[in-house]
Structures are given as structure tokens and as C-alpha cells.
């Protein structure tokens, strides 16, 4: 049975991931802050440890042995990254060089790192492959890309590294947010009956939390020689923000029998815009998609009808940049 240790594995995509592995019958570590809460459920082979990235002291002190890490933590996404830039560098990029090379260190056999599919920015390109150029337009974009040149420079036969570049993630998970694109447009059309469209030309790639989670445990299965000091980009559907809103307004209508108003505003604030090309993946892993935008939209909608999560207007906790604002960290 081989131990994963997950870094974010308290977080919105790592919860979803806990849970699959676990049921794969892998052992897993979660060392997480666990700034969002905890919705992780109890089992027998799940160990949780409440600690920062930044404090390699308490990593040193994990005594299992580790098979596998998949490196998910980090301040996620722009206007969160921005609310303290000091403290955003040091866990995203000052806390990694010495993290990888303790790992390295211990005997962990595989490592694999969370990028960004943001690191791209900007480009026209119909088909932004894994050797497009990085052109990062905040300092989240930055960040994230320079640590995966420090990624493979810690690669080898003993050591696998590997770099996914994920899409935009939409669906649901127990560790929920309502702050991602597909997410927060069809949070609003389910309770406000309407959607509000900031821009909406640029185009963005998008990828189901469970694609996600599965593109993670395929790279922890695949041999060493095919995935070593790779990077992979992983998306579903490249779709402009608006035709999400449109999307959605069609579902809603022909699948709910309910009119969702679309109102568009100007805005200059996210000028990311790409086509992400993730043939790669597909090719040398075989890993097919099973999930789709439209899958994302019927479960939101659909669990936002029952019990759970009847205070998602309100309650911070679904939402990155609110919470960390109320934590004050530093």
C-alpha cells in the first residue's frame, strides 16, 4: 500500500483527491493549515496534520515513510496572491526549494508539483502547447512558473518529477468554493436568477475536480520513465466567459425551465486569455476525460437544491480572498 502525502490536501481540489486515493486503497498524508475548516472524513489509512509549508521542521518530523508527494498547496489564484504579496512569495516560491530538496532528501520516489495553466497569460495561439513561452501577467503567474525550472533541477531515476499545468477547475467538492469561473457563474444564476459578466472575451480553459483528481492519480501510477521531468497541461473545454454565462442560461432554461438574466460589465482587471492544447496528456498517458463543463453545472446546481450550503451568499468560507482577509495572516 503506498503513502501519498499531500501538501493542500484540506483544500478544494485536495479533499476531492483525499477521498479518491483512500478509496483506492492508498494511504494518505494531509498536511494542510486548514484555513477552510476540515471536511475531510475519518479513515483508518488517512493521517491529517495541521502545519505550514513554511514549517520544514514540522515536515521533518512525518515519520511514515513516503512513497509519493503531490504538492497542491499554495495561495491560489490573483486577487488572493495580492492581498499580501510578502507572505504569497514565501509559500509559494521561498518555501519551495527547501521543500523539494527535503523530500529528495527522505527517499520519496515521486513528486508532483501543482502549476498553473495562468503561467501562459496571454496569447492568440489557437493551440498554447507545453513549449509555448510563459508570459506571466501577475505575480501568482510568476511565481508558479519559476519554481518548476527548481522542480527539474531536482529529477532523477530516484527522484521523479513531475509539472501539471491544470485549467481552471469547476464541480463540486465536499472543501467548496464558489470563486472559480463555472462555479460562481452558476452559484448566481441558481440563487440570484442572475448573472453578472466582468469582460467576458477572454477565453479560458476549463477541467472537472474529478478529471483533476484522476489526471493526479494517473501520474502517480504511470512508469517513471514516461513521466519524468514532464509537464503536462490538463483541460477540458476552452470556452470565452460569456459563453459560460450563456451556457448556463440554456441549461437553466431547457433543463430547470427557469430564465437566468445575463448582465455584462466592462472590466480591465484579468486580461488572461489562451486556448489550452493538452493532446499531450492524452497521447503518451492515454488518459481520456470524463467529465465536462455542462457536468459541473447540473451537480452545482443541483446540490445547491439541498441542505448543504444554504448559507453560499453569506458565508466567507467559500470564497479565498474572504477568508484570508478575516485570518489577517502573516
Known amino acids: 500500500m503506498k503513502t501519498i502525502l499531500i501538501t493542500g490536501g484540506a483544500g478544494y481540489v485536495g479533499t476531492l483527491l483525499t477521498e479518491k486515493l483512500l478509496n483506492k486503497n492508498y494511504k494518505v498524508i494531509v498536511y494542510d493549515t486548514f484555513w477552510f475548516g476540515d471536511f475531510l472524513k475519518n479513515n483508518e489509512n488517512l493521517t491529517k496534520i495541521k502545519g505550514d509549508i513554511r514549517d520544514l521542521?514540522?515536515?521533518?518530523?512525518?515519520n511514515q515513510n513516503i512513497d509519493a508527494v503531490i504538492h497542491l498547496a499554495c495561495i491560489s489564484n490573483d486577487n488572493?496572491?495580492?492581498?499580501?504579496?510578502?507572505?504569497?512569495?514565501?509559500?509559494?516560491?521561498?518555501?519551495f526549494r527547501p521543500l523539494i530538496a527535503h523530500f529528495k532528501k527522505i527517499g520519496v520516489k515521486r513528486f508532483i508539483n501543482a502549476s498553473s495553466s495562468s503561467v501562459?497569460?496571454?496569447?492568440?495561439?489557437?493551440?498554447?502547447?507545453?513549449?509555448?513561452?510563459?508570459?506571466?501577467?501577475?505575480?501568482?503567474?510568476?511565481?508558479?512558473?519559476?519554481?518548476?525550472?527548481?522542480l527539474f533541477e531536482h529529477n532523477s531515476k530516484e527522484f521523479v518529477c513531475v509539472n501539471v499545468r491544470p485549467a481552471t477547475i469547476c464541480g463540486y467538492s465536499p472543501r467548496m468554493r464558489f470563486d472559480l469561473s463555472v462555479n460562481i457563474l452558476t452559484h448566481l444564476a441558481t440563487r440570484k436568477k442572475e448573472i453578472t459578466v466582468f469582460g467576458g472575451k477572454q477565453m479560458r480553459p476549463n477541467l472537472h475536480i474529478q478529471d483533476m483528481c484522476n489526471f493526479y492519480q494517473c501520474l502517480l501510477d504511470a512508469d517513471d520513465e514516461l513521466v519524468g521531468g514532464k509537464t503536462y497541461n490538463i483541460s477540458d473545454e476552452n470556452i470565452s466567459i460569456e459563453?459560460?454565462?450563456?451556457?448556463?442560461?440554456?441549461?437553466?432554461?431547457?433543463?430547470?425551465?427557469?430564465?437566468?438574466?445575463?448582465?455584462?460589465?466592462?472590466?480591465?482587471?484579468?486580461?488572461?486569455?489562451?486556448?489550452?492544447?493538452?493532446?499531450?496528456?492524452?497521447?503518451?498517458?492515454?488518459?481520456?476525460?470524463?467529465?465536462?463543463?455542462?457536468?459541473?453545472?447540473?451537480?452545482?446546481?443541483?446540490?445547491?437544491?439541498?441542505?448543504?450550503?444554504?448559507?453560499?451568499?453569506?458565508?466567507?468560507?467559500?470564497?479565498?480572498?474572504?477568508?484570508?482577509?478575516?485570518?489577517?495572516?502573516?
Open 57 to 62: 521542521k514540522k515536515i521533518s518530523n512525518i
Open 80 to 95: 488572493t496572491f495580492e492581498l499580501n504579496e510578502s507572505l504569497s512569495e514565501e509559500i509559494n516560491f521561498n518555501s
Open 120 to 150: 501562459y497569460g496571454y496569447s492568440d495561439s489557437p493551440n498554447v502547447t507545453e513549449e509555448h513561452p510563459l508570459i506571466p501577467l501577475t505575480l501568482y503567474n510568476k511565481f508558479k512558473g519559476l519554481c518548476e525550472p527548481i
Open 243 to 330: 459563453n459560460i454565462a450563456v451556457k448556463i442560461k440554456e441549461i437553466f432554461k431547457n433543463k430547470y425551465h427557469e430564465e437566468i438574466k445575463i448582465v455584462q460589465t466592462p472590466s480591465e482587471d484579468d486580461k488572461r486569455s489562451y486556448y489550452l492544447n493538452s493532446d499531450k496528456a492524452k497521447k503518451e498517458l492515454k488518459f481520456k476525460l470524463k467529465y465536462s463543463i455542462e457536468d459541473a453545472i447540473h451537480e452545482i446546481y443541483s446540490v445547491l437544491k439541498t441542505e448543504k450550503f444554504q448559507d453560499s451568499l453569506e458565508n466567507d468560507i467559500y470564497y479565498n480572498i474572504k477568508t484570508l482577509k478575516k485570518l489577517r495572516l502573516s
